[in-house]
């Protein structure tokens, strides 16, 4: 049960830094700063966590925190693009 508290406790401090993430750059209203490569090497971990639980068998509740963390960069995505839009629009705005 410790491993699994440890775990859930890693998953826990990370994910409550994508929340925030999210507003930040949502109220920012730019993705200037932003990298999407970074979001997508979080992503892939979060999924390559996902997929060692899987294939160890090891289904339990921690499972359900990398879903939730998914969720929570799932914000972060959709508010990047939605930010890279609003980029766009300054652009030709200025033009």
């Given amino acids: 049960m410790i491993p699994q508290i440890l775990e859930a406790a890693m998953l826990i ?6 929340p ?9 209203g730019t993705a200037k700063g932003t990298s999407w ?25 921690v499972l359900a925190i990398y879903f939730l963390n998914l ?12 930010n890279r839009k609003l980029d766009r629009l300054q652009e030709h705005a200025a033009q």
Avoid at 50 to 58: N, R, W
Avoid at 71 to 82: E, Q, T
């Fill in 37 to 61: 490569q970074f979001i997508a090497l979080i992503t892939v971990g979060y999924l390559c966590g996902i997929a060692a639980k899987l294939t160890a068998g090891t289904l339990n509740w």
């Fill in 13 to 18: 401090c990370f994910g409550l830094s994508w």
């Fill in 20 to 28: 925030t993430n999210a507003y930040k750059s949502y109220r920012a």
């Fill in 71 to 82: 969720v929570f960069l799932a914000a972060n995505w959709w508010v990047y693009f939605r």
